[in-house]
């Protein structure tokens, strides 16, 4: 293999741009970079809880158990690995969702599930274990003040309020029109036809004025109830923005938005750089298109005094894809996105998880079985480890494949995350001197389809995380160390 030149790139302790020039994904792989950093940087500050997940409602069970039983084993432990947190309550189910005493049908069309008093003192027990809030999904979909109603009440009167961080009001409006909300049988023929949530011709315009009546009904009963929203998923809606704000950002706490880096909904679009495959997970335009349109949405909020909140974020769209999902790949990509959204000023991010899914950062289960950790989850402790509330930068690298954030706090100088997304060649990597040693925590595997991740020498079959870190000596004032293909690397440069 030909020697390519090692490259020198120096990252000065003035604050980067918020998102840099688009980095070309055919620039040649160097064999060796050298990474100057300040010792003191600025960068955006990281939320101490900017890590989350989302629960279906209709998953709640398989999460939290029956009303006589216990959390599935090891549920409290994978939260409590990631730090403070949030945990939203949500997903499609949301607008399924009806209040009710009696588990099962909520007796009205389009109520498919029924949240009961045990499920919110399970959610309230979670919370108070984990020191995580809650972010709530309240039914927009049926259109009716009492259905929000009865579900803020029956929350508030199982959770105590500094438990919950907001209530989201509805789930993706923008697809309404588009998606299915019950079925009409037909009492002679038995067919069935599907009811839309929303009329064919729903505009955004109707979206903000039922949105608006919901709100005064919910502030009638409590002027104080944290809202958020407005939970959309496509970009003419999200264009829209401004003018949502415009009307309520004064009645919100946090503006909410979605994004899946891919997409299978409807098979997805062969040829489409969205389309689920392991390339297009691992390319930098996914990050760049995504990080770029969650910048956007970061600054409109901030015009309104508001923070951002991804508050359902995956893979795949429609439930993941089996050999992208679930594998090395997965973890990869989750570090670069999640810190790439850090970077532009996102106050925090729900990873969502449906028990069964591939996308499942753990897989859970009502036999009382010990959680099976997938490669997301270890993606998702790695940013734990990296983040820690501190203030990110961006460190521009010479090759979309490999990237690299520092991360400053008052508790530890640096830390520094450099990532090789290529599929075969090895990095060498050399920072600067601060400090007599620091450590290093790897995470690794087999092949990006694979599930065979490690982090920090081990296997995540446990729910105790107990890591190994090597520890590294300076050579002639400077440490060096390889970063394999398809593998990150947490330096720490406090000893």
Same mark, same amino acid.
């Given at each position: 293999?030909?020697?390519?030149?090692?490259?020198?790139?120096?990252?000065?302790?003035?604050?980067?741009?918020?998102?840099?020039?688009?980095?070309?994904?055919?620039?040649?792989?160097?064999?060796?970079?050298?990474?100057?950093?300040?010792?003191?940087?600025?960068?955006?500050?990281?939320?101490?809880?900017?890590?989350?997940?989302?629960?279906?409602?209709?998953?709640?069970?398989?999460?939290?158990?029956?009303?006589?039983?216990?959390?599935?084993?090891?549920?409290?432990?994978?939260?409590?690995?990631?730090?403070?947190?949030?945990?939203?309550?949500?997903?499609?189910?949301?607008?399924?969702?009806?209040?009710?005493?009696?588990?099962?049908?909520?007796? +009205?069309?389009?109520?498919?599930?029924?949240?009961?008093?045990?499920?919110?003192?399970?959610?309230?027990?979670?919370?108070?274990?984990?020191?995580?809030?809650?972010?709530?999904?309240?039914?927009?979909?049926?259109?009716?003040?009492?259905?929000?109603?009865?579900?803020? =009440?029956?929350?508030?009167?199982?959770?105590?309020?500094?438990?919950?961080?907001? $209530?989201?009001?509805?789930?993706?409006?923008?697809?309404?029109?588009?998606?299915?909300?019950?079925?009409?049988?037909?009492?002679?023929?038995?067919? +069935?036809?599907?009811?839309?949530?929303?009329?064919?011709?729903?505009?955004?315009?109707?979206?903000?004025?039922?949105?608006?009546?919901?709100?005064?009904?919910?502030?009638?009963?409590? *002027?104080?109830?944290?809202?958020?929203?407005?939970?959309?998923?496509?970009?003419?809606?999200?264009?829209?923005?401004?003018?949502?704000?415009?009307?309520?950002?004064?009645?919100?706490?946090?503006?909410?938005?979605? =994004?899946?880096?891919?997409?299978?909904?409807?098979?997805?679009?062969?040829?489409?750089?969205?389309?689920?495959?392991?390339?297009?997970?691992?390319?930098?335009?996914?990050?760049? $298109?995504?990080?770029?349109?969650?910048?956007?949405?970061?600054?409109?909020?901030?015009?309104?005094?508001?923070?951002? =909140?991804?508050?359902?974020?995956?893979?795949?769209?429609?439930?993941?894809?089996?050999?992208?999902?679930?594998?090395?790949?997965?973890?990869?990509?989750?570090?670069?996105?999640?810190?790439?959204?850090? @970077?532009?000023?996102?106050?925090?991010?729900?990873?969502?998880?449906?028990?069964?899914?591939?996308?499942?950062?753990?897989?859970?289960?009502?036999?009382?079985?010990?959680?099976?950790?997938?490669?997301?989850?270890?993606?998702?402790?790695?940013?734990?480890?990296?983040?820690?509330?501190?203030?990110?930068?961006?460190?521009?690298?010479?090759?979309?494949?490999?990237?690299?954030?520092?991360?400053?706090? *008052?508790?530890?100088?640096?830390?520094?995350?450099?990532?090789?997304?290529?599929? @075969?060649?090895?990095?060498?990597?050399?920072?600067?001197?601060?400090? +007599?040693?620091?450590?290093?925590?790897?995470?690794?595997?087999?092949?990006?389809?694979?599930?065979?991740?490690?982090?920090?020498?081990?296997?995540?079959?446990?729910?105790?995380?107990?890591?190994?870190?090597?520890?590294?000596?300076?050579?002639?004032?400077?440490?060096? $160390?390889?970063?394999?293909?398809?593998?990150?690397?947490?330096?720490?440069?406090?000893?």
């Amino acid at each position: 293999m030909r020697r390519r030149t090692a490259l020198e790139l120096a990252l000065a302790s003035a604050l980067l741009p918020a998102w840099g020039a688009p980095l070309s994904e055919d620039a040649p792989l160097p064999e060796a970079v050298d990474l100057k950093f300040a010792r003191v940087g600025r960068g955006t500050k990281v939320a101490q809880d900017f890590l989350g997940l989302s629960f279906e409602y209709s998953d709640l069970v398989a999460y939290l158990g029956r009303k006589n039983q216990e959390f599935n084993p090891g549920l409290v432990q994978l939260l409590k690995n990631l730090g403070p947190g949030t945990l939203r309550v949500g997903g499609a189910s949301t607008d399924g969702t009806c209040w009710g005493l009696v588990p099962g049908p909520g007796g +009205r069309p389009g109520c498919f599930f029924t949240l009961v008093p045990f499920l919110v003192r399970k959610l309230g027990a979670l919370a108070q274990q984990t020191g995580w809030r809650l972010i709530a999904g309240i039914n927009l979909a049926q259109n009716d003040p009492e259905v929000a109603q009865e579900l803020v =009440q029956g929350f508030l009167a199982g959770i105590p309020r500094a438990q919950i961080l907001a $209530f989201e009001l509805g789930n993706e409006p923008d697809l309404y029109a588009r998606r299915p909300f019950y079925a009409l049988k037909d009492p002679v023929t038995g067919v +069935r036809t599907s009811i839309l949530t929303r009329p064919q011709d729903y505009s955004f315009k109707a979206y903000v004025h039922e949105f608006a009546e919901i709100q005064t009904a919910l502030a009638r009963q409590d *002027p104080h109830l944290p809202l958020a929203g407005p939970a959309f998923t496509s970009r003419p809606w999200e264009d829209q923005l401004p003018d949502f704000l415009t009307a309520l950002a004064p009645k919100l706490v946090l503006v909410t938005d979605h =994004q899946y880096a891919l997409s299978r909904c409807a098979g997805g679009i062969p040829g489409s750089f969205t389309f689920p495959t392991l390339d297009n997970l691992l390319s930098e335009k996914v990050i760049e $298109f995504w990080v770029g349109r969650a910048a956007t949405l970061v600054q409109q909020a901030q015009a309104q005094g508001l923070k951002l =909140q991804v508050t359902e974020f995956n893979s795949v769209s429609c439930g993941g894809q089996a050999g992208v999902s679930d594998g090395l790949a997965s973890a990869l990509w989750v570090i670069d996105h999640l810190l790439a959204l850090a @970077q532009v000023g996102v106050r925090g991010v729900n990873i969502h998880t449906v028990s069964t899914s591939p996308y499942a950062p753990f897989k859970a289960s009502l036999d009382g079985a010990t959680p099976q950790i997938m490669p997301l989850y270890a993606g998702l402790l790695f940013c734990a480890l990296a983040l820690k509330g501190g203030r990110i930068q961006a460190v521009p690298t010479p090759s979309s494949r490999i990237k690299a954030y520092a991360i400053y706090d *008052p508790v530890a100088p640096l830390r520094v995350v450099v990532l090789n997304k290529d599929l @075969q060649h090895e990095v060498q990597v050399t920072l600067p001197r601060f400090t +007599r040693s620091c450590r290093l925590l790897r995470l690794r595997g087999d092949a990006p389809d694979r599930a065979g991740v490690t982090l920090g020498g081990q296997s995540l079959q446990a729910e105790v995380f107990e890591p190994t870190e090597e520890t590294l000596q300076p050579v002639q004032g400077k440490y060096r $160390f390889p970063v394999p293909a398809l593998s990150a690397v947490l330096v720490d440069l406090h000893t």
